[in-house]
């Protein structure tokens, strides 16, 4: 379960209980900052609290204070590191370095920021959080649905280009700031949870399941053995899938995917069913698919020869085909059991996601050395 997750969670338990919630948010950073734009933490009137806006540093402090001033209204309160030397008239210290402003609020507006997650994650609707933090019209956060980004929101067209691109980019952007001021407003998505598809239900799919659990993804596990597929040996998929094979009249290959997948635009996969023919099934259906990432489980030189006997039927050149996918799969962090493998697959998905990927995408063939005789 993500901390996002966690923090609906805790409001749904606050809620039915009929007890007062508050949320605070950071909007904003200056230097090193343990927690970026969007992090939230929600507190309950009894103190109990979801989520982390630092590293540690100001959670108590804010739970402290945030009721009392939050009384009036939405407020932004600014902190700084402690061992800055011009910390005068700064309400608490930070330990990294940084300046980081708080979006404090409660009541309403935190209802619907909550709503705008539970929508995201139950019907996969996506929405803009604008928060005004500095100006004369400070105010609580509004909500801008999918739909509202076309102008039917209210709101001004800064705000709806600046929340345009925050849910193109998926990322918080704020407004355009000059000398030391802080942006006039911050726009922070609110985006479903990453699908990871994992064909293949061995036991090196299990930790796999549980890191992009954690995360807050939302797993699916497909192979044609039923008897792999259990609740029990994967409590945290979303879903499991059993996949049919029939025989295929190929020059290569002696069956062929029945089940499609159920892949869309975005999603992220990993083939590891451990063989060579099933491998070359899925990877054919997968490989036009327009997914964020594509890894498959083993060496270069057998996924080349897999990739040979797939791109004419395709339509793609080999260079076209191993540009679209990861393999070797996973990060070079060194070989080990399947938590190790596991570690590695789910740090590559999230640094491609990131757009932090350190290696080129030209070819499969240009990732660091290393990787091949690992993920064999």
């Not at 491609?352 to 050395?369: C, D, I, L, M, W």
Request: with cysteine; aromatic share 6%; glycine share 10%.
């Amino acid at each position: 379960m993500s901390e996002t997750e966690r923090l609906v969670e805790l409001w749904k338990r606050a809620k039915g209980r009929g007890e007062s919630v508050y949320l605070a948010t950071v909007v904003h950073v200056e230097g090193s900052s343990y927690r970026k734009p969007g992090a939230r933490m929600l507190i309950t009137a009894s103190g109990e609290r979801a989520g982390t806006i630092s590293g540690g540093c100001l959670e108590a402090e804010v739970s402290r204070k945030i009721r009392w001033l939050t009384q009036d209204g939405a407020t932004v309160q600014e902190y700084r590191s402690s061992f800055d030397d011009d910390n005068y008239g700064v309400p608490y210290g930070l330990g990294c370095g940084g300046r980081i402003w708080i979006l404090m609020e409660s009541g309403v507006a935190v209802d619907e920021v909550v709503r705008a997650h539970l929508r995201a994650f139950e019907d996969r609707t996506p929405s803009v959080l604008v928060s005004t933090i500095a100006g004369n019209f400070l105010h609580s956060t509004t909500v801008l649905s999918h739909d509202e980004l076309d102008g039917n929101s209210g709101c001004d067209q800064d705000r709806l280009d600046c929340a345009r691109r925050s849910i193109d980019e998926r990322r918080c952007v704020a407004a355009e700031v000059t000398g030391d001021a802080i942006p006039e407003f911050v726009c922070m998505p609110v985006l479903p949870p990453p699908r990871l598809h994992i064909f293949g239900a061995g036991d090196d799919a299990q930790p796999i399941v549980r890191f992009a659990d954690e995360l807050g993804w939302e797993v699916f596990v497909a192979d044609g053995r039923s008897h792999l597929l259990r609740p029990d040996r994967f409590p945290k998929a979303k879903r499991l899938v059993t996949l049919e094979y029939e025989a295929a009249n190929s020059a290569y290959g002696s069956i062929r995917l029945v089940t499609k997948p159920f892949v869309e635009e975005g999603d992220r996969a990993v083939i590891l069913t451990h063989s060579y023919e099933q491998d070359r099934a899925v990877l054919k259906e997968l490989l036009p698919a327009p997914l964020e990432y594509l890894g498959i489980l083993g060496p270069l030189h057998r996924t080349t020869r897999i990739v040979d006997e797939i791109k004419d039927e395709l339509g793609f050149s080999r260079g076209e085909c191993l540009s679209r996918l990861h393999a070797p799969i996973g990060l070079p962090i060194g070989s080990g059991d399947p938590a190790v493998i596991a570690l590695s697959i789910v740090a590559e998905i999230q640094s491609v996601a990131a757009n932090k990927a350190q290696f080129a995408r030209g070819t499969a063939g240009e990732k660091p050395s290393g990787k091949d005789s690992r993920a064999a």
